[in-house]
């Protein structure tokens, strides 16, 4: 069993481990020969590509892969590999079973801290999730095309270790902003990994929500991050009156709770269900550090 990722980066390596946990062979691409060699020393054969050219050798992997991962943004253009791809794609992945997309719980838009579900409708804000709307589009329905299943996983904020909130503590970077109701949902990247792996092993194709338990204030991460460190969190800060770029500001546009109950009742198990016991089990033996 082979597995190929567009895109093998923080979330990317989490499934990649997640596959060769179970013996699958990996191969997953990134933008530089640095990260290339880090992918190698971890198992995973590594291809740059630059989202403009498919190497030959590449093609070669891609050839021979029974399940595919598509981590890659969209662009302008539209998705990455479908551009370069395209009608072709069932020739050029002949023993293909299954796909998965990883796209964001961005596309349901702003639902005034609501709580969403798969079949709520999206109505997407940002540019970026409007492209990543449509790139699940296709993906699904190249699914139907090649007659396999095509899983949509819909995550929320990614942390996880090297990628946390006391990262962020130890480094003086992190912010209290306070918005009135304003929530957010999370998820653990070891959870993307390993529910990527059981809608692979089930041949689950459809939407999915990939995300914990707990929406909660971002603020609120923090304060438990910082208790659990024994230090001081940072002062509260308006987000009226803070200093944010235009990407993080429109974040703060979005509200909504978002539900897990389709991917809990297909039978997947979240080992991180929440982030207060995610962070306390980030915090023993400093795994937070990466």
């Known amino acids: 069993m082979h597995l190929v990722i567009f895109g093998c980066g923080y979330s990317g390596t989490a499934i990649a481990k997640a596959f060769l946990a179970d013996g ?3 191969s997953g691409t990134t933008r530089s020969q640095e990260k290339a060699v880090a992918l190698r020393a971890q198992g995973i054969e590594a291809f740059v590509f630059d989202g403009e050219t498919l190497d030959p050798a590449l093609v070669d992997a891609v050839r021979s892969a029974t399940h595919l991962v598509q981590s890659i943004a969209p662009r302008d253009a539209g998705d990455p590999v479908l551009k370069l791809t395209g009608e072709r794609i069932g020739a050029l992945v002949p023993q293909l079973t299954w796909i998965g997309y990883l796209s964001t719980v961005g596309v349901y838009g702003d639902h005034k801290g609501n709580w969403v579900g798969e079949d709520v409708a999206c109505v997407p804000v940002s540019g970026r ?15 139907v095309r090649l007659g396999i299943p095509a899983a949509v996983l819909r995550l929320s904020g990614i942390y996880g270790p090297g990628r946390n909130a006391f990262v ?13 109701d304003q929530v957010f949902n999370r998820i653990r990247v070891e959870d993307i990994g390993a529910s990527t792996r059981f809608l ?3 041949k689950l194709g459809g939407i999915y929500n990939v995300t914990d ?9 923090i304060v438990e991050a910082a208790r659990l460190m024994g230090v001081e969190p940072p002062p509260e800060q308006a987000f009226e009156t803070a200093e944010l770029t235009p990407m ?13 109950a389709k991917l809990k009742a297909s039978g997947f198990v979240f080992s991180f269900p929440d982030y207060p016991m995610s962070l306390a089990q980030l915090l023993q033996g400093e795994r937070w550090r990466g």
């Open 24 to 26: 699958f062979r990996v």
């Open 129 to 143: 999730s409007k492209e990543r709307l449509e790139a699940e589009a296709a993906w699904m329905e190249i699914g």
């Open 168 to 180: 962020n503590l130890a480094r003086g970077t992190a912010r209290r902003l306070i918005k009135k």
């Open 200 to 202: 692979a092993e089930r």
């Open 213 to 221: 338990d707990r929406p909660g204030p971002p603020q609120d991460v």
């Open 248 to 260: 993080a500001r429109s974040f703060y546009g979005e509200n909504k709770r978002v539900s897990n």
